[in-house]
């Protein structure tokens, strides 16, 4: 028996105003549909007996009509090939408002495809194998109650439990999303064990124990798991013996660049450690670039724009600030800059946890970048 086991593919994510030119699509939202096809073609050049897709289909639970398009066409193309597929919903692709439906639906209805995405427990059936799924569940208190429900097959050769969200077990597998559900110890809630438990949610490949692992995503959807290898899992059983081979997805790189410098260090010196930086970076990569106990008057000086043109190969370059903790309140008046520049020393300035002052760099710079383009500027 030979099955493969991915998740938290996101179709549809997109950051960055960055487009192709040749195909006018957002590059970032092009990286997802790229590993889904490495990942597609995979199967088709190998198949399994099985595909169990954990969760995370789509990055909403409203995708667009192009994401939507690119999933049928994967899926479609799988399912003709006679390889069964089963999928859930994660909490990313999961409406809050049950009544409104939910693409899975429609995916459900093409050959070979099975869909758990009601919030409640469900179990298939693929020949010898039975798989039992538990979704992204409205609450809690539905999840525990979908664990609850689940009765192995005794008649089946193998039973697979496949679920999504933060296994609590020694270690808690937490994506710190507010949406994320906890998953308890099954086996130990059921006094039962599966031959195998398949895990959506967690973007790191990860073994929770000898027969339960999360497959990891197939692309970084955060500058917090530059160091995840993206991926996924080709599970099989030889003699009654369980062996799981992780298969890297190329995904675009993240650059980690931190520089500290020295208190008597002026721009020009700045400017010079990062030339040396960039000459490192990898072409097309997402550059997060952390400048650390740098003086407060020494950033607002800082050329933003040259910044970025010594990183013109990378896709985009994305910035945090750490101020020196006994830089004073003093500031000298310079000259204005662009409406980017002025937006990201307005926040510098502010009184903010550094988690919210690099969330709000992010939106703004978007919105302004989004703006400017959109006028010609």
């Given at each position: 028996m030979r099955l493969v086991h991915f998740s938290d593919t996101h179709l549809g994510f997109f950051e960055y105003a960055r487009i192709d030119p040749e195909t006018g699509l957002n590059q970032r939202e092009q990286d997802f549909y790229r590993a889904w096809w490495k990942v597609v073609d995979d199967i088709l050049s190998d198949p399994p007996d099985l595909v169990i897709h954990a969760g995370d289909l789509f990055h909403t639970p409203r995708p667009t009509n192009r994401a939507i398009r690119v999933a049928s066409e994967g899926l479609k193309q799988i399912g003709e090939a006679g390889i069964p597929v089963v999928l859930i919903s994660g909490n990313h692709s999961t409406p809050r408002i049950r009544a409104t439906g939910s693409i899975f639906e429609t995916l459900s209805l093409f050959p070979n495809v099975r869909a758990a995405f009601r919030g409640v427990y469900e179990r298939f059936r693929v020949g010898n194998v039975a798989v039992h799924c538990v979704p992204h569940c409205a609450t809690e208190e539905d999840m525990q109650a979908a664990f609850e429900a689940i009765e192995l097959d005794a008649k089946a050769e193998l039973n697979i439990l496949v679920t999504h969200g933060s296994w609590q077990g020694r270690t808690a597998y937490s994506m710190g999303e507010f949406s994320e559900q906890r998953i308890p110890d099954v086996e130990a809630l059921l006094d039962v064990r599966f031959d195998y438990i398949a895990l959506g949610h967690y973007h790191r490949r990860?073994?929770?124990?000898?027969?339960?692992?999360?497959?990891?995503?197939?692309?970084?959807?955060?500058?917090?798991?530059?160091?995840?290898?993206?991926?996924?899992?080709?599970?099989?059983?030889?003699?009654?013996?369980?062996?799981?081979?992780?298969?890297?997805?190329?995904?675009?790189?993240?650059?980690?660049?931190?520089?500290?410098?020295?208190?008597?260090?002026?721009?020009?010196?700045?400017?010079?450690?990062?030339?040396?930086?960039?000459?490192?970076?990898?072409?097309?990569?997402?550059?997060?670039?952390?400048?650390?106990?740098?003086?407060?008057?020494?950033?607002?000086?800082?050329?933003?724009?040259?910044?970025?043109?010594?990183?013109?190969?990378?896709?985009?370059?994305?910035?945090?600030?750490?101020?020196?903790?006994?830089?004073?309140?003093?500031?000298?008046?310079?000259?204005?800059?662009?409406?980017?520049?002025?937006?990201?020393?307005?926040?510098?300035?502010?009184?903010?946890?550094?988690?919210?002052?690099?969330?709000?760099?992010?939106?703004?710079?978007?919105?302004?970048?989004?703006?400017?383009?959109?006028?010609?500027?």
């Open positions: 990860v073994d929770v124990s000898d027969h339960a692992s999360y497959s990891g995503s197939t692309e970084r959807t955060s500058l917090n798991q530059r160091d995840a290898e993206t991926g996924y899992l080709r599970v099989e059983w030889k003699a009654g013996e369980l062996r799981r081979e992780f298969v890297p997805v190329p995904s675009r790189p993240v650059h980690r660049v931190e520089l500290r410098p020295t208190p008597d260090a002026g721009p020009s010196e700045i400017l010079a450690a990062l030339e040396r930086e960039a000459a490192q970076t990898p072409e097309g990569a997402i550059v997060d670039l952390a400048l650390l106990d740098i003086r407060r008057e020494t950033y607002l000086k800082l050329d933003l724009r040259e910044v970025d043109r010594l990183f013109e190969k990378a896709l985009i370059v994305e910035r945090s600030v750490q101020l020196r903790n006994d830089d004073s309140e003093e500031r000298t008046a310079g000259e204005i800059g662009s409406l980017t520049e002025e937006f990201e020393r307005f926040v510098v300035r502010r009184d903010m946890l550094p988690d919210d002052r690099q969330r709000l760099l992010k939106l703004g710079l978007e919105f302004l970048t989004a703006v400017t383009e959109e006028q010609g500027e």
